[in-house]
C-alpha cells in the first residue's frame, strides 16, 4: 500500500492499478450482487477489515485502495463502483490531496469531488452519494485548516441536491483540548484502530440505515 501511495502523490496514473486488478480478479471469482452499498476511497476504508461486520445487515462493498487521492477514485470508478449497481456510494478521499508533498488546495477537492459525483451521476442518476468529511488526524493535524474549508464546500454542495449526503466525523474524533483523541487511532495517528471504527460506525450505520433501509412505519 505504501509504494502505490508514494507514486500516487507523485501524481503516477497507475500508481493503483494492481489493486483495481485484485479487485476485477475478486469479482470474476465471486461476483458481488449488485445493489449493495459501494464504499469507495483511501486507506481508512481499506483498512476497515470489519466493514461488513460492523455495518450488517447493511448490504456493503468495500472498494478502498490504499492511500487513494480523489483523482484516483474518480479514474477507476468505472470500473470498481458503476460496475456493481449500487444502491448507494460512500466516499472518503480528500486526505491525500491536502498532504505531502504538494498540498492541494480547498477548491481542487471540491472540483474533484464534482467531478466524481458527476461521473456516477451521468451513468446512474438517482443514485445516492455519501461524502465522509475529511477528519481531523495527529499526523497531519497542520492541513487541517485546509480539510475544513474543502468540507464546508462539499457540504454546501450536498444541500443542493438531494441526491447527495454530508457524514461529518469531526465532533466524534476530537478530545477536550479540541485535537484528535490519540486513543481513536493506530500508532502512525492517522488511521482509525478499532475503539476509532466504533466511531465510525456509530454515526454512518443509522444515517445509511434510515436513509435506504427505514424501518417500516
Known sequence: MWLGTTRSFWNDPNAWESSIRRFETEDHRHPPEPGRIVFIGSSS???????????????VLNRGFGGARMQDVLRYAERVVLPYRPCAVVLFAGTNDIAWPKPAGPNQVYESYLAFVHCIHSRLPEVP?????????????EYWPIAQEANRLIREDTLTDPRLRFIDLTDHLLGPDGKPDRSLYRFDKLHPNRKGYAKWTAVIKPILQADLFPAPK
Not at 129 to 141: K, N, Q
Open 45 to 59: 476504508f481499506t483498512l476497515w477489515a470489519d466493514m461488513e461486520r460492523d455495518l450488517s445487515p447493511l448490504p
Open 129 to 141: 452519494i455519501y461524502y465522509v468529511g475529511i477528519t481531523p488526524t495527529l499526523a497531519r493535524w
